[in-house]
């Protein structure tokens, strides 16, 4: 990250923290100068904060639940630990966070987080935070797609590509840089002449994951189809159309980018 203030440079890393609220106060006034600066920067960061908000959102009801009977305690200590305990241990057994519904993805349910779960999850409140804007839908427009994905593959360190949906009746609209985990998410924008909308969502954190077929899980009306392919995993959303349509879609958009 070029630039520097306080300590140190400013990193992508620090940048997340800041928009999620977590960088330590004397690196945050170090930030703020730094964005002062830097008016591109600063609005990327103003849509991370947005991201982030959406997922608190999505995540913070499970924390303010009531514990169920069979995890109580007698002691105040106890009910919070059995708390995250419970809901960690069976949160995805039993529907996973905010009515998270897993459907043909039974077959993976597990205990602890799996990477394809966690992208489909992120994927989907991104669909569902940006495919209604109408004005700021996307960073880069598709009238520059060669600056979209040189800038974008740079940031996420591997080479992408915007599948070609003309033939299923989807344009490029454009793209943006999204948080992830552990690094930059590329998510690519398409819609039809009628202005129905996919999203398409691309991780590189997907490093050491076992290969996945297509799988299909739901957020709300948000339906996504998702995979991971050696180190880059990928999910198609949309909030507008069926579940066939959208697995032919997601048909198309495999047979592009994993030939």
Request: proline content about 5%; cysteine-free; hydrophobic content about 40%.
């Amino acid at each position: 990250m070029s630039g520097s203030m306080g300590e140190g440079p400013i990193t992508e890393a620090e940048l997340q923290a800041y928009a999620d609220g977590r960088l330590a106060p004397a690196r945050r006034r170090a930030v703020d100068a730094w964005l002062a600066a830097r008016p591109e920067e600063a609005e990327r960061i103003a849509d991370y904060r947005k991201l982030a908000e959406a997922l608190r959102s999505a995540y913070d009801p499970v924390s303010a639940e009531a514990l169920p009977s069979r995890f109580s305690r007698t002691r105040v200590r106890w009910r919070r630990y059995a708390l995250v305990a419970g809901w960690t241990v069976f949160g995805f057994l039993i529907g996973g966070i905010a009515g998270w519904e897993l459907r043909d993805a039974r077959q993976i349910l597990a205990p602890s987080p799996d990477v394809g779960v966690v992208m489909a999850r992120r994927a989907a409140i991104a669909h569902a935070t940006y495919s209604p804007e109408v004005r700021h839908p996307v960073e880069v427009g598709a009238d520059q797609e060669g600056h979209l994905l040189a800038w974008l593959s740079k940031r996420l360190g591997a080479p992408l590509r915007a599948p070609k949906l003309e033939d299923m009746g989807y344009s490029l609209v454009g793209g943006r840089l999204l948080p992830g985990d552990n690094g930059p998410v590329a998510h690519f924008m398409y819609q039809t002449q009628k202005g129905t909308r996919i999203t398409l969502y691309v991780r590189t954190e997907a490093a050491g994951s076992r290969e996945t077929a297509f799988r299909y899980a739901e957020e709300g009306r948000v339906r996504v189809f998702y995979w991971v392919d050696r180190k880059l995993g990928y999910a198609l959303s949309s909030g507008d159309i069926g579940k066939d349509e959208l697995f032919k879609v997601a048909n198309v958009v495999y047979q592009q980018l994993n030939p």
